[in-house]
Structures are given as structure tokens and as C-alpha cells.
């Protein structure tokens, strides 16, 4: 951690995204909404840079991870998990080694063309057919793709949904393997965050700030799993994030031309 001198973000407004970014991704962590959590860095990111935004996240991301894990304790697939993980990984490492290639309006316009496609890909998506088996080179493939978009934007839900959900797994020992994998992830993103510069003084205070929302989201995630129908919930947020993806798409698109 640089200690900069920084101090923690006081702007109202990022807090105004922050809170609600938190509690839905925590609340994905908890097995309700899964997919939903791609909202919260596009919705930071009308704050704050997107780096500065996924380096906030992390650490809450860290803790929601073992309550998550916690939560589903023994209820994860391990197969899959040997056989997404080491992509995983692979995927961190190619998101560190490109790191710098990347501008904040060349960010802003990636994370708005994964949001939009994540988007389309719920409206669009196809019935689903005859449960897949686990398989080495499928899971890795997506575990790598998951790696390097969880890197750049804590957006690996989406990639690595692909791969297991076409399996049909019963709920729990599925969000089970997500609370596994992630918490994993997550960890390894640690060191080349810190490597990076991306863990401040004034990220980690911010994040500290944002740390008693973390928990009540994956609890109330984990309460809602049995009780409301994620439908409309579904809905909802996936049409609030196709509009946070077009305004992403439009500042990083004017940035990148001006």
C-alpha cells in the first residue's frame, strides 16, 4: 500500500453509487442475482476513474468472499474448479502485463462494450438445452477469460457463468463454486493491485468506509435466495446497466476522439 498521504473520497455523489454498487455485488456474492454484480464497477465509474473504482472494490470484494464461502461451506464442486482455476489465474497475469496499455476513456469504453454485451446476451440468450459435463479445456478457456475481465473490471461473473451454468447444477452447490473461485481470484488480484499502485492510502480508507455495507449485502443475498423471484430483479438491473453501459460508451468513445 502507498502511503501517499491521500485522503478518503468525501464527494457525495461517489457514495451515491458506491453504496448501491456494493450491496449488489454483495448481494450477487450472497446467490441472489449473480450476473447483476457487472453493474457495480460501470456504476462506480460514474464517480470516480474505473481504476480507482476496482481498486476500491477489491478488498470489500475480498471480505464478501468468505462470507460467501462461508455461507455455502462444503458446497462446491471441485472438479470445476481444477478445471477453471489455472486459467484463472493465467487471465490475472495477462491483465497485469497489459495494464498499462490502457488509458481511463480506453477503460471506460471496454467496460461499457462488456456491460452492453452482457446486456444483450440476457435479452438474447438462448433456451437452455441438455445439461454439459464439466470439461478441462472449456473451463479453462472461460476461467481465463473470467480472469482477465475479473482483473480489469471485477466483471468475471458473466465469462465463468458460461461455462457452468449450461451444466444445471443445484443452486447452492453452484453459488457455492462461484463463492470458491472468486475468493480465490480475488486473492491472487491482491499482489499485482499492490504492485501496481492501485492500493493507496485514500482507496483503502475508502474502502474501509465502505466495509459494514459489504456483509449485509452477501447476507441479504444469501436471505432473498429462497424468497424473491430474480425475474424482475433481473430485469431491472440489467436495463439500468444497458443505460450506465451507453453513457460509459459515449464519455470513453468523446475522450478517446478529443
Known amino acids: 500500500m502507498r502511503l501517499d498521504g491521500k485522503q ?14 456494493v450491496l ?18 460501470p456504476l462506480m465509474s460514474l464517480a470516480v476513474a474505473p481504476t480507482q473504482a476496482v481498486a476500491i472494490l477489491l478488498p470489500l470484494l475480498i471480505i464478501m468472499d468468505l462470507v460467501a464461502v462461508w455461507s455455502f461451506r462444503g458446497q462446491w464442486s471441485k472438479t470445476n474448479l481444477l478445471y477453471t482455476l489455472p486459467g484463472a489465474i493465467f487471465g490475472v497475469l495477462i491483465g497485469t502485463l497489459t495494464f498499462h496499455f490502457f488509458s481511463e476513456d480506453a477503460i471506460r469504453l471496454l467496460i461499457g462494450v462488456i456491460a452492453l454485451v452482457f446486456c444483450l446476451n440476457y435479452w438474447f440468450q438462448p433456451a437452455s438445452k441438455k445439461a454439459k459435463q464439466p ?14 475481465t475479473s482483473f480489469g473490471i471485477h466483471a468475471g461473473g458473466p465469462p465463468i457463468s458460461v ?4 451444466q444445471n447444477m443445484e443452486k447452492r452447490l453452484l453459488m457455492g463454486t462461484f463463492a470458491v473461485f472468486f475468493c480465490i481470484v ?15 492510502s485514500s482507496n483503502v480508507m475508502t474502502s474501509i468506509a465502505l466495509i459494514p455495507i459489504a456483509p449485509i449485502g452477501v447476507r441479504l443475498g444469501y ?7 430474480e425475474t424482475t430483479v433481473y430485469r431491472l438491473c440489467y436495463f ?3 443505460l450506465v453501459a451507453l453513457k460509459l460508451l459515449w464519455e470513453g468513445a468523446k475522450g478517446i476522439a478529443s
Not at 189 to 196: D, E, F, N, R, S
Open 8 to 21: 478518503m473520497i468525501a464527494d457525495p455523489f461517489f457514495y451515491w453509487c458506491a453504496i448501491p454498487a
Open 24 to 41: 449488489i455485488i454483495g448481494m450477487a456474492k450472497g446467490g441472489f442475482g449473480g450476473g447483476i454484480a457487472v453493474i457495480s464497477v
Open 135 to 148: 470439461n478441462c479445456w472449456r473451463g479453462n478457456f472461460w476461467g481465463t477469460i473470467a480472469g482477465f
Open 163 to 166: 461455462y457452468l451454468l449450461p
Open 186 to 200: 480475488n486473492w491472487v488480484k491482491l499482489i499485482p493491485y499492490t504492485w501496481l499502485g492501485m492500493i493507496d
Open 223 to 229: 436471505y432473498l435466495l429462497h424468497r424473491i423471484d
Open 240 to 242: 439500468f446497466l444497458s
